[in-house]
């Protein structure tokens, strides 16, 4: 199975603030994409799908560039309660069935009050 | 998306017993994964269950250390057998979503001492 690499961070942010990571892909042949979120001590809990076009939702944005193999998510006005580990995850399995996934390790995201 | 309880949460094992992990599904579904978070890492795949048939294991897992019970099409169970320390994980059971997504349990927290 191809390997997903996200930056571990943390990223201490500003509430308020912006911010963007990416994760990159090593298998041109994955289907689709998706960001998760974990909190410490909790399980992963699915955030957004990523699809070809970009898509949003709220303050949370996900872009996908098939070209150069990396995913983005970027949250606007950051909150307190977006402190957490972002899971990139892409599946590899041409069916797009769960068994497919790969997980990256996450990115830690630190909000500062 | 289903409702996935697993059982237990947290155990704190000697070396050299078995612990069994349960995971209840409020729905009936085809496939149930199971994973294993190590500290510090991404989420593996250890094998998919089935209903019906034996359990599928990935690279690195056999039957004999890690048997899967499935038998409905709403529950499973993992057990982790002769556990050394390197055993102390999070275990997480999961469901697929109708993009090809995980939905997870809670996850159980072990310990092998």
């Known amino acids: 199975r191809k390997e997903v690499e996200q930056d571990p961070g943390p990223f201490n942010v500003p509430e308020g603030a912006t911010v963007a990571f990416n994760c990159t892909y090593s298998?041109?042949?994955?289907?689709?994409f998706f960001w998760y979120r974990q909190d410490c001590r909790k399980e992963p809990k699915l955030l957004m799908s990523?699809?070809?076009s970009g898509n949003e939702d709220g303050r949370f944005t996900a872009q996908l560039n098939r070209a150069s193999q990396y995913i983005s998510l970027l949250i606007r006005d950051s909150k307190l309660s977006d402190s957490a580990t972002y899971l990139c995850v892409v599946n590899t399995d041409s069916g797009g069935g769960a068994d497919g996934l790969t997980f990256g390790k996450g990115t830690h995201l630190i909000i500062q009050p | 998306s289903a409702v996935i309880s697993q059982k237990p949460s947290r155990d704190i094992c000697q070396r050299g017993t078995s612990l069994t992990i349960q995971c209840q599904v409020d729905?009936?579904?085809?496939?149930m994964f199971w994973y294993r978070q190590q500290p510090g890492q991404s989420l593996t795949l250890i094998a998919t269950?089935?209903?019906?048939?034996?359990?599928?294991?990935e690279s690195g897992f056999v039957i004999d250390k890690f048997p899967i019970s499935r038998p409905n099409l709403t529950f499973s169970t993992l057990t982790v057998s002769n556990m050394s320390p390197e055993d102390s994980s999070i275990y997480l059971c999961s469901v697929e979503g109708a993009g090809g997504e995980a939905f997870f349990g809670q996850g159980t927290r072990l310990t092998v001492v």
């Open positions: 729905s009936q579904v085809t496939m």
């Open positions: 269950a089935n209903q019906g048939s034996e359990a599928t294991y």
């Open positions: 990523v699809y070809s």
């Open positions: 298998n041109s042949a994955s289907q689709s």
